[in-house]
């Protein structure tokens, strides 16, 4: 059987959910207050993880076939020494299945990536906590080509403040392009 | 009916295609460029959508490989341990590029005079300046200026920095505590409204296509501009060979449409900005009896010296959260404190840190690169304490070249339209071995210093092939470089290359910033010489 167009997990048997649900009960069993895979990974999860990724309903259904038994820890490792594209098709299946679901990433605190504003106006903690103070304190960090060594240095500014208190920088010493040959 | 022939035939639509054909099209050249991708929709990409982490894994893989679209051409891996990565469209790898922006520093030209080893540029660091400063403008970047880890700047970053987010923060404390440089990291994406483009919401998702347009792809800051001055753009325009004539000069390309049909499309003078894969794997393909070994190979060095940034990541976990799947993707924080040669460390050259966001539940719940897999009631345990509450330094290690390492043509393997694929051969050499075993170890005093009760370390990425560098290099000899200093073929004097395959030496940091730089540098010369410029009749 292959897959529908549009709704390819309408391509797997009775027998072949079955299995899929032992094994997400295995790889993400209930505990510690959250819910199993088995339990999350309703038809709407995983047609909508096949529908994002139709190339997974193959390696899926071959992870899932009779011949490689009832016994689901004896599946994984078979597939896990013989066949690891189609044992991480079958993980990602069950990962994606059950992160994409609304309640389960609430209760693990994550919201999506979400769109944030930048707050560019705000003086920046690192400023503020002097941490950029310190960097410019042990001056130079660059290696001098006309030297070899880490560059002098010169006038450079101390602290930021310093930094912002003249125009663009000095010249530090070392070459600035004025010398090369 | 003949077509007649532009002024300027450029193979590529990436940022250093972009980047000259902008210049070259606003001096009144008559530019048309071939692209084998297409035109692409911010609207489709999937960062601002419940699949994201889905998709990223195929369709948006940086890997051609994993993609396997039509517009990709396939990559011969077998004799590599990492993957080069790319991205074929219009804005080429800028549209999956993580947006990072740090230049390649002084004494990277100068690799010889200073270390003994490998080759000084024709070129250097004070020379780029002027051209830093314009692309920096072009693109769009953000970052706080007066890092003294560079020289001092005449002309700051034209947008503010940036954020750092909680694990920027907790790492600029760790390193102010152990001494070391670190620095709000300078990237080419949006802090503020900028050039008609929106500012960046932090979504992390730069890998994935910018939904906002606040990473600077060079479909958004150079193409729309380079058309606008009358560029022609041809997208789904596979190159499979540039022609030359009985002068040895090139004539033009020859390029097959998506159905298959082909065509030629001549020029005055042809410019390569395909990659350091895909330009050199061009030249290859472009060998006939007047150059068997491939065009512009007299020096026998395209396809050769092949430099890819041996890749490590060193991953620390926290106790407090620190929402880490958010923050810009192109780094939140540098530091350059062991990039300088110190040969007390047993090897030469260094390597740059740039602490990235670390994704969201699917990345973190599946196997690790590592292959650590936790399954089974704590399951539960390791998602809720690695997911947001990590920080990663990627430890970016310079790479010497080597003629070893190299791209030759695929006798079995095609693309799409039946053009060979590359090959590539690479090794790391025992420097940079020793390079990334340094590094990590510091990196990991790194993460120790900022408190992490657990750091995990990644050696050697597969997936780590960004920075593609080196099959052409430039230099005054023709017996060893490919290139002269001006971008132009010693071979070839109407044929340039203008993307990263002109890179004598790898540097350490991410490259774009220094290949767009040297490429404006090639297209004002391509204008200052345009009456001198040799042109098939």
């Known amino acids: 059987m292959s897959a529908v167009a549009g709704d390819p997990y309408g391509g797997l048997g009775a027998d072949e959910r079955a299995t899929l649900a032992a094994i997400a009960d295995r790889l993400i069993p209930a505990a510690h207050g959250m819910p199993s895979a088995a339990d999350v990974l309703d038809d709407d999860r995983l047609r909508f993880v096949l529908g994002a990724r139709p190339d997974l309903f193959e390696p899926l259904r071959s992870a899932l076939r009779q011949d490689l038994g009832d016994d689901v820890g004896a599946r994984l490792d078979a597939l896990g020494r013989s066949e690891p594209s189609t044992l991480a098709a079958l993980q990602l299946v069950i990962v994606a299945g059950y992160y994409t679901d609304r309640g389960v990433r609430e209760q693990i605190g994550y919201p999506g990536q979400m769109a944030i504003e930048i707050r560019s106006w705000e003086y920046p903690a690192y400023l503020e906590e002097g941490l950029i103070d310190a960097v410019l304190a042990r001056g130079p960090v660059w290696r001098d080509p006309a030297t070899g060594r880490r560059a002098a240095a010169g006038d450079a500014p101390r602290t930021y403040a310093e930094r912002w208190s003249t125009d663009a920088a000095a010249p530090e010493g070392g070459s600035h392009g004025d010398d090369r040959s | ?537």
Not at chain 2, 90 to 107: E, K, N, Y
Not at chain 2, 270 to 286: C, D, E, K, Q
Not at chain 2, 352 to 360: C, E, M, S, V
Not at chain 2, 414 to 424: H, L, N, Q
Request: aromatic letters at 8%.
């Open chain 2, 1 to 537: 009916m003949a077509i007649e022939p532009a002024d300027v035939l450029i193979v590529g639509a990436g940022p250093s295609g972009g980047v000259v054909a902008k210049r070259l099209a606003e001096a009144g050249f008559s530019v048309v460029c071939l692209e084998q991708g297409e035109w692409l929709d911010r609207e489709d990409y999937p960062g601002n959508k419940l699949d994201w982490e889905l998709k990223a894994r195929k369709d948006w893989a940086t890997s051609p490989n994993i993609r396997g679209l039509a517009q990709d051409y396939p990559i011969v891996e077998d004799d590599t341990p990492v993957s080069p990565l790319m991205y074929s469209a219009v804005g080429g790898s800028t549209i999956i590029f993580a947006g990072a922006w740090p230049r390649a520093l002084p004494s990277d030209f100068r690799v010889r005079s200073l270390d003994g080893i490998a080759d000084d540029w024709p070129i250097d660091y004070f020379e780029l300046l002027p051209y830093f400063y314009r692309t920096d403008r072009d693109f769009g970047v953000s970052g706080l200026p007066g890092d003294p880890a560079y020289p001092p700047d005449t002309e700051d970053a034209p947008m503010p920095p940036l954020p750092i987010g909680s694990a920027g923060l907790k790492l600029a404390r760790a390193h102010t505590k152990l001494g070391w440089h670190w620095w709000p990291e300078f990237n080419s994406i949006n802090s503020v409204p900028y050039d008609g483009r929106r500012p960046c919401v932090q979504r992390s998702t730069c890998q994935s296509g910018c939904n906002e347009g606040a990473k600077a792809s060079a479909d958004l800051t150079h193409w729309p501009k380079a058309i606008a001055q009358g560029a022609r753009l041809v997208t789904g325009a596979r190159v499979r060979r540039i022609e030359t004539d009985a002068r040895g000069l090139a004539t033009g390309a020859t390029w097959i449409d998506a159905d298959g049909r082909e065509h030629f499309e001549p020029a005055r003078v042809v410019i390569l900005a395909a990659n350091a894969i895909g330009t050199s794997r061009l030249l290859l393909l472009s060998a006939s009896s007047a150059h068997p070994d491939g065009l512009a190979n007299s020096s026998g060095l395209v396809g050769k010296r092949l430099m890819m940034h041996p890749f490590a990541n060193v991953a620390g976990l926290f106790d407090e959260p620190l929402m880490s799947w958010q923050g810009q993707f192109g780094d939140l924080i540098e530091s350059l404190e062991f990039y300088e040669t110190d040969e007390r460390r047993g090897f030469v050259r260094g390597a740059r840190w740039g602490l990235a966001p670390t994704g969201g539940p699917i990345n973190t719940a599946l196997p690790s690169r590592a292959g650590e897999q936790i399954w089974g009631p704590d399951h539960h345990t390791h998602v809720r304490t690695h997911l947001g509450h990590g920080a990663n330094w990627g430890l970016f290690a310079e790479d010497l070249p080597d003629e070893a390492n190299h791209i030759t043509l695929s006798s079995t393997v095609t693309d799409s339209s039946g053009i060979p694929a590359p090959e590539v051969h690479y090794s790391m050499a025992d420097n940079a071995r020793r390079m990334l075993d340094f590094h990590i170890e510091r990196a990991k005093e790194s993460m120790d210093a900022a408190g992490a009760y657990k750091i995990e370390v990644d050696r050697l990425m597969r997936y780590s092939g960004w920075h593609l560098l080196g099959t052409a290099r430039m230099g005054d000899d023709p017996r060893t470089s490919v290139l002269d200093r001006w971008n132009r073929t010693h071979d070839v004097p109407n044929l340039y290359v203008v993307d990263g395959s002109c890179f004598v030496t790898s540097s350490g940091v991410n490259p774009t910033s220094t290949i767009v730089a040297i490429a404006l540098r090639a297209a004002d010369r391509i204008v200052e010489t345009r009456a001198q410029q040799q042109v098939p009749a």
